[in-house]
C-alpha cells in the first residue's frame, strides 16, 4: 500500500458526460500528479499540483482539468467524455516539487466510457 | 524531442536465469532517471532513481545503472513473483519555456517461469 487514496475504483459512463476523479496524496507529501494509462499509449503525464499550484503540465486536453485544495487532496475534471478517454487513471504524490522525488502512485480509477 | 525506448517489449525467463532490461533515452538534460514496477491492474511502484552517469543502485535481485544514454536493470537469479512490467521513466531538465515533462517508457512485461 502506498498510501495514496483514489476513488472511485471503476466509473462507467456515457460519451459527452463529465467525471470527477479523487485523489489524497500520502501523509507530508505536497505534491499530486495524474497520469492517463491506455493500452496503446502507456502512462501518459497530464498535470502536476505542488501545495495547491499548478506546477507542471503535459498533454492535458483542454475538456480536462484539475486542481489541489488546501488540505492537498487533488480532484481531475473531466468533460464531454469521448470514446478515447476511456483508460487508467492514476494519481501519484511526492514530499516536493522536483523532477528528482520518486513518485508514489495510488491504485487508479479505471473510466469506461460508453 | 525527448523520448524513451524500453526493450524488450517482452522476456521470459527461467527462474534463476539472470538477464537485463534497458531503458534508452534521449533528453536535452536529464535531472533524474526512474524504474517502476507494475503489477496489472495497479498502479506502478517506485524501485529506484538515478541522477548521473556512472551511478548504481541495489535492492533485492534489482541493479540499476546508468550511463548518458541508456539504463539497464539487471535482474538476477529472478524468482516468478519478479513477475511484472517494469517501467522506465525520465524527467527532462526545465527548458525556458517553463513547461516539466515526465516521460515514461512503454515498459518491459517480465514473466519468470518457475
Known amino acids: 500500500d502506498s498510501g495514496v487514496t483514489q476513488t472511485p475504483k471503476h466509473l462507467i459512463t456515457a460519451t459527452g458526460q463529465r467525471v470527477t476523479l479523487r485523489c489524497s496524496p500520502r501523509s507530508g507529501d505536497l505534491s499530486v500528479y495524474w497520469y492517463q494509462q491506455s493500452l496503446d499509449q502507456g502512462l501518459q503525464f497530464l498535470i502536476q499540483y505542488y501545495n495547491g499550484e499548478e506546477r507542471a503540465k503535459g498533454n492535458i486536453l483542454e475538456r480536462f482539468s484539475a486542481q489541489q485544495f488546501p488540505d492537498l487532496h487533488s480532484e481531475l475534471n473531466l468533460s464531454s467524455l469521448e470514446l478515447g478517454d476511456s483508460a487508467l487513471y492514476f494519481c501519484?504524490?511526492?514530499?516536493?516539487?522536483?523532477?528528482?522525488?520518486?513518485?508514489?502512485f495510488g491504485p487508479g480509477t479505471r473510466l469506461t466510457v460508453t | 524531442e525527448d523520448q524513451v525506448t524500453q526493450s524488450p517489449e517482452a522476456l521470459r525467463l527461467q527462474e534463476g536465469e539472470s538477464s537485463s532490461l534497458n531503458c534508452s533515452y534521449t533528453?536535452?538534460?536529464?535531472?533524474?532517471l526512474f524504474w517502476y514496477r507494475q503489477d496489472p491492474g495497479k498502479g506502478p511502484e517506485f524501485l529506484f532513481t538515478?541522477?548521473?552517469a556512472g551511478e548504481e543502485k541495489e535492492k533485492e535481485r534489482l541493479k540499476a545503472t546508468l550511463t548518458k544514454k541508456e539504463s539497464f536493470l539487471h535482474i538476477t537469479a529472478p524468482k516468478p513473483e519478479d513477475s511484472a512490467t517494469y517501467l522506465c521513466?525520465?524527467?527532462?531538465?526545465?527548458?525556458?519555456?517553463?513547461?516539466?515533462?515526465?516521460?515514461f517508457g512503454t515498459g518491459t512485461r517480465l514473466k519468470v517461469l518457475a
Open positions: 533528453v536535452s538534460g536529464l535531472r533524474g
Open positions: 538515478l541522477y548521473s
Open positions: 501519484a504524490s511526492s514530499v516536493a516539487h522536483g523532477g528528482r522525488d520518486e513518485q508514489y
Open positions: 521513466a525520465v524527467h527532462p531538465i526545465l527548458r525556458t519555456s517553463g513547461t516539466y515533462k515526465y516521460i
